[in-house]
């Protein structure tokens, strides 16, 4: 079993749409948990930190689940600029073990 | 400021040469990450420096691949006797803390290499 396990899609939504991404990740001592952002042929960039409360930064909302270890990314009123691949990251043992999963794949349509 | 940097951006060899990729970090950033990322795939650790001490390699998959950093900047992954398996994307990643501490780590656009 992988470490970080995310479905892979793809996701076609409309534009304006809501849409959700999970990620369950196996190491119950995972420390700290991202979502980054990858674009066709590009290299990852940080999209936000996932804290225990929860966090919102504009239209994207991040959740943790500890108990379940359960990680998602909610975004809301997508854009055609959101269309990339959603890679779930969990760090183990210590803050810069970084384990990434596959990757969702998301394509916002007009 | 400038970012992370890598080269060469593609690279073709033939299956039993030896390639030397090389990343410029961030400037002043202490830790240093390789990555390798195959199609469809998240990228998989391959090793670990702080300033220029090696301190994990475990994601190596074997010993034909080789990394340093010998003054503590710019780092260089050679893969020898290179396989058609390494074909992938090889990504350099750097941040500002040492390990331990919790920094965003930068990514360099990555080395695409193709073994044929």
């Known amino acids: 079993r992988k470490e970080v396990e995310q479905d892979p899609g793809p996701f076609n939504v409309p534009e304006g749409a809501t849409v959700a991404f999970n990620c369950t990740y196996s190491n119950s001592a995972s420390q700290s948990f991202f979502w980054y952002r990858q674009d066709c042929r590009k290299e990852p960039k940080l999209l936000m930190s996932?804290?225990?409360s929860g966090n919102e930064d504009g239209r994207f909302t991040a959740q943790l689940n500890r108990a379940s270890q359960y990680i998602s990314l909610l975004i809301r009123d997508s854009k055609l600029s959101d269309s990339a691949t959603y890679l779930c990251v969990v760090t183990v043992q210590n803050n810069n073990d970084m384990r990434f999963g596959a990757g969702t794949r998301l394509t916002v349509k007009p | 400021g400038a970012g992370v940097s890598q080269s060469p951006r593609y690279k073709v060899a033939k299956r039993g040469q030896d390639v030397a990729l090389r990343c410029d970090p961030i400037s002043g950033h202490v830790s240093l990450f390789w990555y390798q990322q195959a199609l469809g795939q998240g990228p998989e650790f391959l090793t670990y420096?702080?300033?220029?001490?090696?301190?994990?390699k475990s994601g190596l998959p074997s010993d034909r691949f080789f990394a340093e950093r010998p003054e503590g900047s710019v780092s260089t992954l050679k893969i020898q006797r290179t396989q058609q398996e390494d074909s992938a994307v090889y990504l350099c990643?750097?941040?500002?803390?040492?390990?331990?501490?919790?920094?965003?780590?930068?990514f360099g656009p990555g080395t695409r290499l193709l073994v044929l």
């Open positions: 996932v804290y225990s």
């Open positions: 990643a750097s941040s500002s803390t040492p390990q331990g501490v919790e920094e965003t780590q930068y």
């Open positions: 420096f702080q300033n220029e001490a090696q301190l994990d």
